[in-house]
């Protein structure tokens, strides 16, 4: 189900998320929907952003794919941070703020099956992963 995006709500947004558990799994489903929405302009969503005070997100890779990451932790990050700036749609579209990523982060997360996975991610995909974990733990740019 497409769901409404939370915009400007300091009291939802900066909470920290609850873990998920498999009785959550339709919040996947209803974030992947509502993602579809805003592809073209958004490479993440977490799930506070639709209402829902839960560790789940989505994100695109580089090629383009969508994946969900459940109750993702990043583990390990590698190099010194960069600056950079980045928009959120729950901020407004044109709205860019300063925020510090690093390049390479190992992130700890389990899939819509709960099969625990650890991955390395890279760039760009570092990056998005970043910035929705930090949704997780009601961190606004």
Known sequence: MIRKIVENDRFLLSRIGVEATKDDMYIVTDLKDTF?????????????????????????????????????????????????????????????????????????????FFNKKIKTFENLTAQIIQHEIDHCNGIII
Request: proline letters at 4%.
């Open 36 to 112: 579809e929405q805003y592809t073209l302009i958004c490479g993440g969503m977490a799930a506070n952003m639709i209402g829902e005070n839960k560790r789940i997100i989505i994100y695109k890779d580089d090629k383009g794919k969508v994946h969900e990451m459940v109750n993702p932790v990043i583990i390990k990050t590698f190099g010194q941070p960069y600056d950079t700036k980045e928009a959120c749609l729950s901020l407004g579209r044109d709205i860019y703020r300063p925020t510090k990523r690093y390049k390479k982060i190992k992130v700890e997360y389990y899939d819509c």
